[in-house]
Structures are given as structure tokens and as C-alpha cells.
């Protein structure tokens, strides 16, 4: 079993920066994947970006050379850099990790993110 508590949303003005944490509990060491989906009012819910657990990373084209994910040493928080952010970045992103040997991925609450023009 993992927990996964989030942080780092807020409002910004387009061009500014935030930076998405996820801290994951309790069996951290099956993680083999975690990252961020973002789902804005009406829209159907992206990947925005993932990190292995060897740390290979992969990016929605729609944020590359923009974000940054990344983990830290004992693989149990992952980190979202969000620059250049735009006000079509706005939405709730949920941080989520899965598992070895299962199909079922945990969530964190989710974080709103707000770009103002």
C-alpha cells in the first residue's frame, strides 16, 4: 500500500513558475512509476509527465522544454518544475504511482493549478 500527499499548487501569472511535490508512505519501494495527470473543467485527464524508477522520464509535448519531473534519492517524492507556465496549464494535476506486479495505480488528492493572463 502507498499514500500520496501532494503540494505545490497555486495561482500564478503566465510566465511564472510552481513546483509540484508528491511524498509517498508506506511501501515505497514497489513503486516503479510515478508522475502527474492534470484534468481542467470539461477536458478529459492528461499525463502531463512520468519518472521510473531508474529515473527515464517522458513528457506530454505540450509541456516539454517547459517542465521538469524529477525524484530524489530514496525514490519516494517526486517533484514537478513547472516554467513558462500558460494560462491553458490551469487545471487540478494529480499525482499517481504504480506499483510492481499490479494493474491498480494510487492518487493523490490532486492540486489545482491557476494561470492568470
Known amino acids: 500500500q502507498v499514500q500520496l500527499v501532494e503540494s505545490g499548487g497555486g495561482l500564478v501569472q503566465a510566465g511564472g513558475s510552481l513546483r509540484l511535490s508528491c511524498a509517498a508512505t508506506?511501501?515505497?519501494?514497489?513503486?516503479?512509476?510515478m508522475g502527474w495527470y492534470r484534468q481542467a473543467p470539461g477536458k478529459q485527464r492528461e499525463l502531463v509527465a512520468a519518472?521510473?524508477?531508474?529515473?527515464?522520464?517522458n513528457y506530454a509535448d505540450f509541456v516539454k522544454g517547459r517542465f521538469t519531473i524529477s525524484r530524489d534519492n530514496a525514490k519516494n517524492t517526486a517533484y514537478l518544475q513547472m516554467n513558462s507556465l500558460k494560462p491553458e496549464d490551469t487545471a487540478v494535476y494529480y499525482c499517481y504511482a504504480k506499483l510492481r506486479f499490479t494493474t491498480n495505480d494510487y492518487w493523490g488528492q490532486g492540486t489545482q493549478v491557476t494561470v492568470s493572463s
Open positions: 519518472i521510473t524508477n531508474i529515473g527515464s522520464a
Open positions: 508506506g511501501n515505497i519501494f514497489s513503486i516503479v512509476n
